[in-house]
C-alpha cells in the first residue's frame, strides 16, 4: 500500500474514517447507514472516455488499485487536508517535492479515469454507502457517450446521468432531440475541460437551447487552482488557461440572461468560495454541489444561504468519497440538513427531470 504511514497517520487523527483493502478511505457504515446519500457529481470512464485520445481508450478493472494514489488529489499525501478545498494543501513552488510531484499528477492523474468505471464506481458507492450516483457525462466536439450511458443507466436503478453536448458541436438541434428520447435527468457543461468560456456567444447559444427543454444544467465552475500556485510554473500553460473559462464573475451573465432556468454551480466554486456564496444569495436559479469543499465552507453555506439548494457530490474518482461524506457530517447540525444535502434536495431534482420528460 503507497503511504501507508501516512495513511494510517490520517485515520488515527479522523476516526470516522477506514481503509479499503485497495488503500481508498472510507466512511464508517455505522455513520451513514440510516442516510440516503445520493451522490449528484461523479464521473466514470464511460461517461469521459472520449476525452482521451484513441490509445488510450483503454478500459481497467483492476479493483485492487487506489483511486486516490493516482488522482491528482490530494496532490500529495504530505499535503492532504480535510479542512481545505480539495482536501488538500497546494505546492507554491515548482522546485520542491511536492510541486513536483504536483506536476506529474496534472499530467498524469486523469489516468485514474480508466480505473474508474461503473462498476468500480458501484463497488465504492457501496464502501461508502452511498445509494445512487448521477454520472456527469463531458465529450470533445462532434463526440458523445450518450448510447453506452443510456445502456448503463437502464440496467441499473442506481444509476443517472446528465447529458452532454458541446457548442461547437454540429448539429445541436438534432442532439438535443436524440438525447431527450434518453433516459437523461439534466445538462453537463464543462467549460475548463473543452476549452470554452462559459459566457462566449457559442455557449450562451447552447445554454438557450438546453434551456427550453426544462432540464437542469450542470456547470463546473470557479478558478480548479488558488491565484498563489496559478501564478507559479506548476500548472501547465494550458491549464493556467483553461481554468479561467469558469470564473465565477462570468456567471453572471449566464444566470441574468437565463432568470428561469435552474443551474448547479459545481464544486461551490472551487477556490471562490465567497463568490459562490454571493451568486446563491443574488440567484434564486442555481444551487450548488459540495464536492471538494471542506466542512467549515458547507457550513458557511448553510448560515448564509440554507441548505435547501447544497447538493452532495464528489467529483468521484478523481476525489475520494468519503472525504465529502464526511464533511457534510461535520458541517451540519440537525438531521434535516443532512437529509436535504444528502438526498432530498437530489431527489426533487431527479424526480422533476423524470416529470419533464414525461410531458
Request: glycine share 4%; net charge neutral.
Amino acid at each position: 500500500m503507497k503511504n501507508k504511514k501516512q495513511k494510517y497517520a490520517i485515520l488515527t487523527e479522523n476516526k470516522e474514517l477506514g481503509l479499503a483493502p485497495n488503500g481508498d478511505f472510507v466512511i464508517k457504515k455505522d455513520l451513514v447507514d440510516k442516510y440516503e446519500i445520493i451522490d449528484f457529481h461523479c464521473h466514470s470512464y464511460e461517461g469521459l472516455y472520449q476525452l482521451f485520445p484513441p490509445f488510450l481508450q483503454k478500459k481497467k478493472t483492476d479493483y485492487n488499485r487506489s483511486l486516490m494514489d493516482m488522482s491528482c488529489f490530494p496532490f500529495s499525501m504530505k499535503l492532504f487536508d480535510l479542512n481545505k478545498v480539495y482536501f488538500s494543501g497546494c505546492p507554491t513552488t515548482l522546485f520542491s517535492f511536492d510541486g513536483l510531484k504536483t506536476r506529474i499528477k496534472l499530467f498524469t492523474g486523469a489516468f485514474v479515469l480508466n480505473y474508474g468505471t461503473t462498476e468500480k464506481l458501484l463497488i465504492d458507492m457501496d464502501n461508502n454507502g452511498i445509494s445512487k450516483a448521477v454520472i456527469q457525462q463531458i465529450n470533445p466536439p462532434d463526440k458523445n457517450s450518450a448510447d453506452l450511458m443510456e445502456k448503463i443507466v437502464t440496467q441499473s436503478d442506481r444509476l443517472y446521468t446528465f447529458g452532454a453536448i458541446h457548442p461547437f458541436d454540429k448539429n445541436i438541434d438534432e442532439k438535443i432531440k436524440h438525447y431527450m428520447n434518453l433516459h437523461i435527468k439534466g445538462w453537463k457543461i464543462n467549460p475548463h475541460v473543452c476549452g470554452f468560456s462559459i459566457d462566449c456567444k457559442e455557449a450562451l447559444a447552447l445554454i438557450e437551447k438546453l434551456s427550453k427543454t426544462d432540464l437542469p444544467i450542470l456547470c463546473c465552475s470557479g478558478l480548479g487552482f488558488p491565484q498563489e500556485v496559478l501564478s507559479t510554473s506548476i500548472p501547465p500553460k494550458q491549464t493556467k488557461k483553461d481554468v479561467l473559462n469558469q470564473m465565477l464573475d462570468k456567471y453572471e451573465t449566464v444566470l441574468s440572461t437565463f432568470p428561469n432556468t435552474t443551474f448547479i454551480l459545481a464544486h461551490g466554486g472551487c477556490f471562490e468560495f465567497e463568490k459562490m456564496v454571493n451568486l446563491l444569495q443574488t440567484h434564486r436559479n442555481m444551487y450548488t454541489d459540495i464536492s471538494i469543499q471542506p466542512a467549515a465552507h458547507i457550513k458557511t453555506l448553510i448560515e448564509k444561504v440554507g441548505a435547501e439548494r447544497l447538493l452532495f457530490g464528489t467529483d468521484y474518482p478523481f476525489v475520494t468519497q468519503a472525504f465529502s461524506i464526511l464533511s457534510v457530517l461535520r458541517a451540519t447540525e440537525n438531521e434535516k440538513e443532512r437529509t436535504l444535502i444528502f438526498s432530498e434536495n437530489a431527489k426533487s431534482l431527479l424526480d422533476d427531470s423524470s416529470k419533464r420528460l414525461q410531458v
